[in-house]
């Protein structure tokens, strides 16, 4: 059976640092593009960075780039997003997903929510004077 489950999430500071994580079960996440997604309250879906399969490569939007960070263990199958400098904008329930069709991620193109599969149910992030 098929898990994703994100975890790390939490109510902090403007400035402050999160580090979420994203632990699959029943299949290896290493042989797939995975990305990480947001959704703020009355907001559409918004793609925010993904990472490839072996080759290193990897995606941010500009929201995210030059705050967070991706990262993956494959030995612990899980993908972590490193969230610095955060900012109440950042406030949504942040999710991750597998792209099954793709092993490389480098553009907003290779990061389209429809093309991805095995949603988690998210972690809440909260940022808040």
């Known amino acids: 059976q098929v898990q994703v489950v994100e975890s790390g999430g939490g109510l902090v500071h403007p400035g402050d640092s999160l580090r979420l994580s994203c632990a699959a079960s029943g299949f290896f996440m290493e042989y797939y593009a995975i990305g990480w997604f947001r959704q703020a309250p009355g907001k559409e879906r918004e793609a925010v960075s993904c990472?490839?399969?072996?080759?290193?490569?990897?995606y941010y939007a500009p929201s995210a780039k030059g705050r967070f960070v991706i990262t993956r263990d494959n030995a612990e199958n899980t993908v972590y997003l490193q969230l610095n400098s955060l900012k109440p904008e950042d406030t949504a329930v942040y999710y991750c997903a597998a792209n099954l069709m793709r092993t490389h991620c480098s553009s907003s193109n290779h990061l389209v929510s429809h093309e991805y599969s095995y949603w988690g149910q998210g972690t809440q992030v909260t940022v808040s004077a």
């Open positions: 990472i490839g399969a072996k080759d290193g490569s990897s």
